[in-house]
């Protein structure tokens, strides 16, 4: 009996070796399939994401392009009002100041030209009671 048993067990252990052989011989192509098709799936999902990538980016810069000129639009209209402004409060203060100029001119020659006749008058008056005798 122990001979039926010893052979048992040899058979036994031959047969899972041999189901275990055929167990790895047909797993082994069915994992290197598997392994084929995801590394397909991740190359595809690569290139998914880097058109997805492009595309997110493209649109960003469009937007950020529309903001930009926007911003600079407003920034040149502002800045275009502003110098306006400036340029008429300084043409007005020149405007004035210029006035005050001319009329301190026209004033200072105005009294040079009353003294100076005032003086000629006097001359005359000194040597017209000359000229009688």
């Known amino acids: 009996m122990k001979r039926f048993q010893a052979g048992m067990a040899t058979a036994l252990e031959i047969g ?3 189901a275990q052989e055929k167990i790895n011989d047909g797993f082994v192509p069915l ?3 598997w392994k084929a098709m995801t590394e397909k799936q991740q190359e595809e999902m690569r290139a998914s994401m ?3 990538s492009s595309a997110a980016t493209g649109d960003f810069k469009t937007r950020l392009d529309n903001v ?3 911003w ?12 306006r402004d400036v340029v008429s409060g300084l043409s007005a203060s020149a405007e ?3 006035r005050a100029a001319c009329a301190d001119v026209f004033s200072n020659v105005g009294e040079s030209l009353r003294k ?3 003086e000629i008058t006097a001359e005359f008056s000194k ?4 000229e009688n005798c």
Do not use: M
């Open 127 to 130: 040597a017209a009671p000359h």
């Open 31 to 33: 994992w290197e399939s």
């Open 50 to 52: 880097a058109d997805l």
């Open 16 to 18: 899972v070796r041999e």
């Open 68 to 70: 930009s000129n926007t």
């Open 116 to 118: 100076r006749l005032q």
């Open 96 to 98: 004035e100041k210029l």
């Open 72 to 83: 600079l639009l407003t920034t040149v209209a502002k800045l275009d009002h502003q110098s």
